[in-house]
């Protein structure tokens, strides 16, 4: 059972460059998340979708951006790097309310 | 505001003693409500959750959580804690009991002592 996988695992920006963190999901599950999880702090909502073509922003959406062309797949599009976006990024999808995550992606933008 | 509380940033225990993680939301109505870990380096790992029925819910890893409406909190407990339940435990409230609307509690680091 893959559950939700994510790439890269761990990945260095430059400021002002840009990226697409991967996260893809085998367990047809309607929703999916985005997390950032910074020290001390929790796990914050950046964007999440409901469906296939449905996305919201979460708590932390502003730097961000998103598409759910498919049920599996939901990537997270970084356009301008910034420090503030250091962050360790999880992805997870439900079937209703119990959420799976994957591993985490590390990110230093420098 | 809706919000979901830890007390405890780290708390140390030693091996085989018990153990109690507090977590406190407030909201209105009565939430969906979980328990997450997280070992380093690791994603999240569900331990528990409570939808509704008995408030005493039983999880993996021999740990369990009880739902206290009057208190608008949701304990973590097991009692007698092994070295390798070092980790980082969240708690979780889904606000609407649709998914949609996960907020995490800031988290408690656990330290076990030999």
């Known amino acids: 059972n893959a559950g939700v996988t994510q790439t890269p695992k761990f990945r260095i920006l430059k400021i002002g460059q840009s990226m697409t963190l991967q996260c893809t999901q085998d367990m047809n599950h309607n929703y999916m998340y985005w997390y950032r999880q910074d020290p001390g702090m929790g796990l914050k909502l950046i964007y999440y979708?409901?469906?296939?073509?449905?996305?919201d922003k979460g708590e932390v959406p502003n730097g961000y951006n998103v598409s759910r062309s498919t049920t599996e797949d939901f990537p997270l599009r970084l356009e301008l790097a910034a420090p503030s976006q250091t962050s360790v990024y999880f992805c997870?999808?439900?079937?209703?309310?119990?959420?799976?995550f994957g591993q985490g992606t590390r990110l230093t933008v420098v | 505001a809706q919000s979901v509380t830890q007390p405890d940033i780290h708390i140390t225990v030693s091996e085989g003693a018990s153990l109690e993680l507090r977590c406190n939301y407030s909201?209105?109505?009565?939430?969906?409500l979980f328990w997450y870990v997280q070992s380093p380096g690791q994603g999240l790992q569900l331990l528990l959750k409570?939808?509704?029925?008995?408030?005493l819910v039983q999880g993996i890893k021999g740990f369990e959580a009880e739902f206290k409406r009057s208190q608008s909190s949701f304990n973590l407990r097991k009692p007698s804690v092994h070295w390798s339940d070092a980790a980082e435990y969240f708690c979780?409230?889904?606000?609407?009991?649709?998914?949609?609307?996960?907020?995490f509690g800031p988290g408690t680091r656990l330290s076990v002592l030999p």
């Open positions: 909201y209105g109505a009565t939430p969906y």
């Open positions: 409570y939808f509704s029925g008995d408030t």
């Open positions: 979708s409901v469906g296939a073509g449905i996305t």
């Open positions: 997870a999808s439900s079937s209703t309310v119990e959420a799976f």
């Open positions: 979780a409230v889904d606000w609407d009991n649709y998914g949609q609307n996960f907020v």
